[in-house]
């Protein structure tokens, strides 16, 4: 079983529409959660830490449910510019290496 | 300011040959890591740096791969005799001083491809 999985994709979603990813992660010790975007051909960056208590940063609300070991993204009135790949990474052991899902691709259409 | 910096961005070589990849991270950051990423899946870590010391490099995959950082900033990281499994990004990342919650900071990659 991978450490961290994510649906692949691609969400193929209108603009304007919300959306949602989730994320699995199997080690229950992990403290640090984040959501990276990815564009074709270039590097991960930062979208978002997740905090236990959740967060929000403009149309960006992520989540983490400890219990069942997921986080969310849920992103609202989507636009042309969120197409890309949202990579969830988790901090398995609150040290300096992060932990990659495969991503999953969205695609906004007009 | 300048963001992670890497070179080559592509790298085309053939099986059994010897590459060099360079990583500038920010000024100032102590940390320093490469990832790999194949395609369709997230980077991989590889190594990790803080300072000129390699303070873990449990993701290489075996000894054909080397990483050194000989001054505490620009890092090479060395592939011998490469294989055609070695084809990916390369990614390097740098954070100021490795904590936590710091934020890493990715250069654009090299994409490497060895026929």
């Known amino acids: 079983r991978k450490e961290v999985e994510q649906d692949p994709g691609p969400f193929n979603v209108p603009e304007g529409a919300t959306v949602a990813f989730n994320c699995t992660y199997s080690?229950?010790?992990?403290?640090?959660f984040f959501w990276y975007r990815q564009d074709c051909r270039k590097e991960p960056k930062l979208l978002m830490s997740?905090?236990?208590s959740g967060n929000e940063d403009g149309r960006f609300t992520a989540q983490l449910n400890r219990a069942s070991q997921y986080i969310s993204l849920l992103i609202r009135d989507s636009k042309l510019s969120d197409s890309a790949t949202y990579l969830c990474?988790?901090?398995?052991?609150?040290?300096?290496?992060?932990?990659f899902g495969s991503g999953t691709r969205l695609l906004v259409r007009p | 300011g300048a963001g992670v910096s890497q070179t080559p961005s592509n790298k085309v070589t053939e099986k059994g040959k010897y590459v060099e990849l360079r990583c500038d991270p920010i000024?100032?950051?102590?940390?320093l890591y490469w990832y790999r990423q194949s395609l369709g899946q997230g980077p991989e870590f590889l190594i990790y740096?803080?300072?000129?010391?390699?303070?873990?490099d449990s993701g290489l995959p075996n000894d054909r791969f080397f990483a050194v950082r000989p001054e505490g900033s620009v890092s090479t990281l060395k592939i011998q005799r490469t294989e055609r499994g070695d084809s990916a990004v390369y990614l390097c990342a740098s954070s100021l001083t490795g904590q936590v919650e710091e934020t890493q900071y990715f250069g654009p990659g090299t994409r490497l491809l060895v026929l």
């Open positions: 000024s100032g950051h102590t940390a």
């Open positions: 997740v905090y236990s």
């Open positions: 990474v988790v901090n398995p052991d609150s040290s300096y290496k992060l932990i």
């Open positions: 080690n229950s010790a992990s403290q640090s």
């Open positions: 740096f803080q300072g000129t010391g390699a303070a873990d």
